[in-house]
Every structure is written in C-alpha cells, then in structure tokens.
C-alpha cells in the first residue's frame, strides 16, 4: 500500500507560478501528476521514472518541470507560465511494480495509488 498527499495548489493568475508536492508513504517506483477539470477526462501531464527520466504533455513541456527526491518519498511539479486551461485538480499517482521508463505518457489505468488531489486555479 501507498498513501500519496498532494499539497501546493492555489489561485494565481495567468502567467504566475505554482509548485505542487506529493508525498509518498514508501518509495513509489513510477509515478505521475495527472490533471481533471470538470466535465473532461484525467489527462497526464507528466511522468518519471524511478531515476528522474520524465515524460511530458505536449501542453505542458518548456512550462512544467517534474523532479522526485527520493530519499524523501517526494515527487514534486513546478508549474511556470500559467494559463487558465491548466486550472484542474492534479492528482499524483504511483506504481511502485514498475521501475523502467515510458516513452509515451501514461494512462490513469497504468496506476494502483493515487492521492486525493489539489485545485489548482489560474485566471486570466
């Protein structure tokens, strides 16, 4: 079992920044931050490889940054460059089963664990 809690989110405006946390109770393998806004699909934003090796969306890539410190269970996300379609929750997940890396972003059906999520707003 792997307990993941999100913390970060916020209100800012178009062009700020944010930076998103997720800790993990245990090491968590491969791990993701995937987004919802209401009435749309989870779709994933980015993911990394127990090593740090990441995957971004094309929607997102040169704006967010994925990193994980391992030695504190902790996957992080700085978001800069904001825009009002990044306002969604963002959740974490993880899958401690698989330690390789992914060439193509990861579906929500590819992880066991998944936190509880933080809003995220971005307004204009």
């Known amino acids: 079992q792997v307990q993941l809690v999100e913390s970060g989110g916020g209100s800012v405006q178009a062009g700020g920044s944010l930076r998103l946390s997720c800790v993990a109770s245990t090491f968590s393998g491969y791990m993701a931050w995937f987004r919802q806004a209401p009435g749309q699909e989870r779709e994933g934003v980015v993911g990394?490889?127990?090593?740090?090796?990441?995957t971004y969306a094309d929607s997102v890539k040169g704006r967010f940054t994925a990193s994980r410190d391992n030695g504190k269970n902790t996957l992080y996300l700085e978001m800069n460059s904001q825009k009002p379609e990044d306002t969604a929750m963002y959740y974490c997940a993880a899958e401690p089963s698989f330690l390789g890396t992914r060439a193509t972003m990861p579906r929500p059906a590819d992880f066991r664990y998944w936190g509880q999520g933080t809003q995220v707003t971005v307004s204009s």
């Open positions: 990394i490889s127990a090593y740090g090796i990441t």
